[in-house]
């Protein structure tokens, strides 16, 4: 691993129990270990209960790992386990410093709130009080993401699904956090919606230099926005490598089987 993370996983794990008098246990994520840089995006691709999206969970904070270790970087040096903190300590940091984009914008908006007052949301609670100011920030994140400022005062429950998803980013990379996940962020769209939010956020983590993890089982997203990728299989990393050697020559068999379905 670099030594210039920005992120960095550290055998992360995640094992469900199962009630009963013969209890066992359900392994979602095993010993995965990956670090990212600023200004890079990291992928991870495999099917649908591969354990991806648990992994990205376990970085939010949406779910608790079971062993392992996750560490942000701060500007100045400083080292952070979010494992080790509280629940409000790792609330206080999805501020700021860390940002989750979900596959479901419901997730990541208030829908009763409008677009203006879902941006304005994160930026009070960063400590932003006044009202010209905020508005004026919220309008250009949404003119940012290209979302019409005639619709800033609507609520985000009358917008298609593409344009809940540019609010959503608008939103969630207000304070330009350093680390930003992306879950399955084109699913559900349709194919030209969906190419313009990839282009959009292809071009907001370059302008900005964020890191970040991409989850997907769309290789084309995969191809599009990662430099680097990790193929996950049952819960455990099979493979890992740039991505674009990993799509022309996939050494693991699961990988190759991944590559030859999405090339039909």
């Not at 939010?60 to 952070?80: F, I, K």
């Not at 409008?114 to 941006?119: E, R, V």
Request: with cysteine; net charge negative; hydrophobic share 45%.
């Amino acid at each position: 691993m670099g030594a210039d993370w920005a992120l960095r996983v550290d055998h992360l794990g995640r094992t469900f129990g199962r009630p009963g008098p013969r209890a066992e246990a359900i392994v979602a994520a095993s010993d995965v270990s990956f670090s990212v840089a600023a200004g890079e995006a990291l992928g991870i691709i495999g099917e649908s209960g591969s354990g991806k999206t648990t992994v990205l969970r376990c970085i939010a904070g949406d779910e608790h790992s079971s062993s392992g270790s996750v560490w942000l970087r701060a500007l100045d040096g400083g080292e952070t386990d979010l494992v080790r903190l509280a629940p409000s300590q790792r609330r206080a940091l999805r501020i700021d410093r860390l940002a989750m984009v979900y596959q479901d914008p419901a997730q990541g908006l208030r829908l009763d709130v409008t677009a203006g007052g879902n941006i304005a949301e994160r930026l009070t609670a960063a400590g932003w009080r006044n009202f010209g100011q905020i508005r004026q920030r919220a309008a250009e994140l949404l003119a940012r993401v290209e979302v019409p400022l005639g619709r800033m005062d609507d609520l985000v429950r009358t917008f298609s699904g593409g344009m809940r998803q540019r609010v959503q980013l608008a939103a969630a990379l207000a304070l330009r956090p350093p680390v930003v996940l992306l879950d399955e962020p084109t699913t559900g769209l349709d194919a030209s919606v969906a190419a313009g939010v990839l282009d959009l956020i292809r071009d907001l983590l370059e302008e900005w230099g964020l890191a970040a993890v991409v989850v997907s089982h769309d290789m084309a997203v995969i191809e599009l926005l990662t430099r680097r990728c990790l193929v996950m299989h049952q819960g455990r990393v099979v493979e890992a490598g740039l991505t674009d050697q990993l799509l022309e020559d996939p050494q693991h068999a699961y990988t190759q089987r991944l590559v030859a379905a999405a090339r039909g």
